[in-house]
Protein backbone atom coordinates (compact mmCIF):
# COMPACT_ATOMS: atom_id res chain seq x y z
CA UNK A 1 0.00 0.00 0.00
CA UNK A 2 1.37 3.34 -0.48
CA UNK A 3 0.83 6.81 1.54
CA UNK A 4 1.37 10.21 0.06
CA UNK A 5 2.62 12.23 2.23
CA UNK A 6 3.99 15.90 2.56
CA UNK A 7 1.18 17.41 0.11
CA UNK A 8 -1.68 19.50 0.60
CA UNK A 9 -3.75 18.32 -2.31
CA UNK A 10 -3.05 15.07 -3.95
CA UNK A 11 -1.58 15.67 -7.65
CA UNK A 12 -2.51 13.14 -10.19
CA UNK A 13 -0.12 10.72 -10.02
CA UNK A 14 -0.31 9.89 -6.04
CA UNK A 15 2.93 8.36 -5.96
CA UNK A 16 5.12 11.39 -7.02
CA UNK A 17 5.93 11.65 -3.05
CA UNK A 18 4.66 8.45 -1.00
CA UNK A 19 6.08 5.77 0.66
CA UNK A 20 5.32 1.52 0.28
CA UNK A 21 3.87 -0.09 3.82
CA UNK A 22 3.40 -3.37 4.09
CA UNK A 23 3.15 -6.04 7.24
CA UNK A 24 6.11 -4.55 8.87
CA UNK A 25 6.12 -0.80 10.76
CA UNK A 26 7.07 1.82 9.36
CA UNK A 27 10.28 2.99 11.41
CA UNK A 28 12.33 5.96 11.52
CA UNK A 29 15.07 3.83 9.85
CA UNK A 30 13.02 2.09 7.76
CA UNK A 31 14.42 3.65 4.58
CA UNK A 32 16.88 6.46 4.05
CA UNK A 33 16.79 10.13 4.67
CA UNK A 34 17.15 12.26 1.23
CA UNK A 35 20.81 13.25 0.69
CA UNK A 36 20.38 16.52 1.17
CA UNK A 37 18.91 16.13 4.54
CA UNK A 38 22.03 14.23 5.76
CA UNK A 39 24.10 16.46 8.24
CA UNK A 40 27.69 16.67 7.17
CA UNK A 41 28.76 15.46 10.48
CA UNK A 42 27.19 12.35 9.67
CA UNK A 43 28.66 10.62 12.79
CA UNK A 44 26.98 13.06 15.08
CA UNK A 45 24.18 12.15 16.50
CA UNK A 46 22.70 15.22 17.83
CA UNK A 47 23.13 16.72 14.28
CA UNK A 48 21.64 13.65 12.70
CA UNK A 49 18.47 14.19 15.15
CA UNK A 50 18.36 17.90 14.19
CA UNK A 51 18.79 17.49 10.37
CA UNK A 52 15.68 14.83 10.89
CA UNK A 53 13.42 16.89 13.15
CA UNK A 54 13.95 19.58 10.55
CA UNK A 55 13.50 17.06 7.58
CA UNK A 56 9.74 16.08 9.03
CA UNK A 57 8.92 19.69 9.90
CA UNK A 58 9.83 20.90 6.18
CA UNK A 59 6.87 18.37 4.96
CA UNK A 60 4.19 20.03 7.57
CA UNK A 61 3.64 22.46 5.43
CA UNK A 62 3.37 26.74 5.25
CA UNK A 63 1.58 27.88 8.61
CA UNK A 64 1.52 24.55 10.32
CA UNK A 65 2.56 25.31 13.44
CA UNK A 66 0.87 22.90 15.23
CA UNK A 67 2.17 20.22 12.95
CA UNK A 68 5.79 21.42 13.60
CA UNK A 69 5.25 20.84 17.09
CA UNK A 70 3.95 17.54 17.34
CA UNK A 71 7.19 16.75 15.17
CA UNK A 72 9.40 18.36 18.07
CA UNK A 73 7.46 16.91 20.63
CA UNK A 74 7.65 13.56 19.08
CA UNK A 75 11.04 13.24 19.40
CA UNK A 76 11.19 14.40 22.45
CA UNK A 77 8.89 11.46 23.68
CA UNK A 78 10.93 9.04 22.09
CA UNK A 79 14.08 10.40 24.12
CA UNK A 80 12.32 10.27 27.21
CA UNK A 81 11.24 6.47 26.77
CA UNK A 82 15.25 5.48 25.73
CA UNK A 83 16.01 7.62 28.82
CA UNK A 84 13.48 5.88 30.86
CA UNK A 85 15.16 2.06 29.76
CA UNK A 86 18.97 3.57 29.63
CA UNK A 87 20.09 0.81 31.78
CA UNK A 88 18.40 -1.87 29.89
CA UNK A 89 19.61 -1.20 26.35
CA UNK A 90 22.77 -0.23 27.71
CA UNK A 91 23.06 -3.88 29.11
CA UNK A 92 22.19 -5.11 25.42
CA UNK A 93 25.03 -3.63 23.62
CA UNK A 94 27.52 -4.22 26.13
CA UNK A 95 28.77 -6.88 23.07
CA UNK A 96 29.31 -4.34 20.94
CA UNK A 97 32.47 -3.11 22.75
CA UNK A 98 30.73 0.45 22.36
CA UNK A 99 30.04 0.74 19.08
CA UNK A 100 26.55 1.26 19.65
CA UNK A 101 25.02 3.61 22.37
CA UNK A 102 21.24 3.32 23.87
CA UNK A 103 20.21 7.27 21.92
CA UNK A 104 20.91 4.79 18.54
CA UNK A 105 17.82 3.40 19.57
CA UNK A 106 16.04 6.06 18.34
CA UNK A 107 15.90 5.79 14.57
CA UNK A 108 13.44 2.48 15.69
CA UNK A 109 10.66 4.45 16.51
CA UNK A 110 7.76 4.62 14.65
CA UNK A 111 8.49 7.56 11.19
CA UNK A 112 5.71 10.11 11.44
CA UNK A 113 4.37 10.86 7.44
CA UNK A 114 3.21 14.75 7.96
CA UNK A 115 0.33 15.53 6.11
CA UNK A 116 -0.33 12.24 5.26
CA UNK A 117 -3.23 10.80 2.65
CA UNK A 118 -4.67 7.50 3.94
CA UNK A 119 -6.39 5.58 1.13
CA UNK A 120 -9.14 3.94 1.27
CA UNK A 121 -11.63 2.23 -1.20
CA UNK A 122 -11.11 4.51 -4.12
CA UNK A 123 -10.53 7.31 -2.68
CA UNK A 124 -7.45 9.13 -0.13
CA UNK A 125 -8.11 10.89 3.23
CA UNK A 126 -5.90 13.39 4.74
CA UNK A 127 -4.46 13.64 8.03
CA UNK A 128 -2.33 16.18 9.56
CA UNK A 129 0.16 13.28 10.30
CA UNK A 130 -0.48 9.06 9.42
CA UNK A 131 1.80 6.72 11.01
CA UNK A 132 1.80 2.94 9.80
CA UNK A 133 2.52 0.24 12.55
CA UNK A 134 2.61 -2.69 10.62
CA UNK A 135 -1.48 -3.65 10.30
CA UNK A 136 -2.96 -0.10 10.08
CA UNK A 137 -3.06 3.70 9.47
CA UNK A 138 -2.94 5.60 12.52
CA UNK A 139 -4.26 9.44 12.25
CA UNK A 140 -2.80 11.91 14.64
CA UNK A 141 -5.01 15.06 14.74
CA UNK A 142 -4.05 18.03 16.23
CA UNK A 143 -6.99 20.05 16.76
CA UNK A 144 -8.64 21.63 20.16
CA UNK A 145 -12.15 20.07 18.57
CA UNK A 146 -13.73 16.67 16.46
CA UNK A 147 -13.85 18.22 12.78
CA UNK A 148 -15.51 16.96 9.88
CA UNK A 149 -11.90 15.19 8.68
CA UNK A 150 -12.08 13.57 11.80
CA UNK A 151 -15.48 12.19 11.19
CA UNK A 152 -14.47 10.99 7.51
CA UNK A 153 -11.46 8.99 9.00
CA UNK A 154 -13.36 7.39 12.00
CA UNK A 155 -16.82 6.54 9.38
CA UNK A 156 -13.65 5.01 7.11
CA UNK A 157 -12.41 2.76 10.19
CA UNK A 158 -9.44 4.84 10.52
CA UNK A 159 -7.89 4.70 14.18
CA UNK A 160 -7.92 8.80 14.67
CA UNK A 161 -6.25 10.09 17.69
CA UNK A 162 -7.40 13.88 18.42
CA UNK A 163 -4.42 15.52 20.22
CA UNK A 164 -5.23 18.74 22.03
CA UNK A 165 -2.34 21.41 21.15
CA UNK A 166 -2.26 21.35 25.28
CA UNK A 167 -1.07 17.50 25.69
CA UNK A 168 1.35 17.66 23.06
CA UNK A 169 4.19 17.53 25.82
CA UNK A 170 1.81 14.22 27.47
CA UNK A 171 2.31 12.40 24.21
CA UNK A 172 3.12 9.29 26.60
CA UNK A 173 -0.57 9.30 27.09
CA UNK A 174 -2.34 9.65 24.09
CA UNK A 175 -0.52 7.43 21.74
CA UNK A 176 -1.44 3.97 21.15
CA UNK A 177 0.63 1.76 23.57
CA UNK A 178 1.94 -0.34 20.59
CA UNK A 179 4.06 3.16 19.84
CA UNK A 180 6.11 2.52 23.28
CA UNK A 181 8.23 -0.36 22.98
CA UNK A 182 9.77 0.22 19.67
CA UNK A 183 13.40 -1.12 20.54
CA UNK A 184 12.16 -4.52 21.80
CA UNK A 185 11.84 -6.24 18.12
CA UNK A 186 15.14 -3.95 17.20
CA UNK A 187 18.67 -6.43 17.64
CA UNK A 188 20.68 -3.50 16.64
CA UNK A 189 20.20 0.12 16.23
CA UNK A 190 20.03 1.35 12.45
CA UNK A 191 20.40 4.37 10.96
CA UNK A 192 18.52 5.85 8.47
CA UNK A 193 21.20 8.43 7.26
CA UNK A 194 22.88 5.89 4.97
CA UNK A 195 23.89 5.70 1.60
CA UNK A 196 23.71 2.87 -0.97
CA UNK A 197 27.10 1.29 -2.10
CA UNK A 198 26.76 1.46 -5.63
CA UNK A 199 27.64 -2.05 -7.46
CA UNK A 200 31.47 -2.38 -8.86
CA UNK A 201 32.13 -1.47 -12.49
CA UNK A 202 32.55 -4.37 -14.50
CA UNK A 203 35.73 -6.20 -14.90
CA UNK A 204 37.69 -4.16 -17.85
CA UNK A 205 35.66 -0.90 -17.47
CA UNK A 206 37.38 2.44 -17.70
CA UNK A 207 36.64 5.39 -14.78
CA UNK A 208 35.50 3.55 -11.66
CA UNK A 209 33.31 6.00 -10.22
CA UNK A 210 33.29 6.78 -6.39
CA UNK A 211 32.40 4.13 -3.98
CA UNK A 212 29.46 5.53 -1.61
CA UNK A 213 30.17 5.22 1.90
CA UNK A 214 27.26 3.67 3.76
CA UNK A 215 26.56 6.12 7.03
CA UNK A 216 25.54 4.00 9.68
CA UNK A 217 24.90 4.67 13.07
Known amino acids: MRIPFGLDRLPRDPGVRCVEVGDEPLRLNSEPVPADAMPLATGD ?10 W ?18 YFCFIEAEIEARCGELAERLKPYDGLFAPEDFLWSALRPLPRGWIPVDDRWL ?7 DGERAIAIEIATRETDRQKA ?3 AGIDVRRIEPGMLGRLHDVLPPNFLPFF ?7 SPFRRPIPSPPPRGGEGQGEVGVRAGV
Open 56 to 73: LEGLCGDYAPLRRQFIAA
Open 45 to 54: HAARVAAAIA
Open 153 to 155: LRT
Open 184 to 190: ECQTLPS
Open 126 to 132: PADVVFW
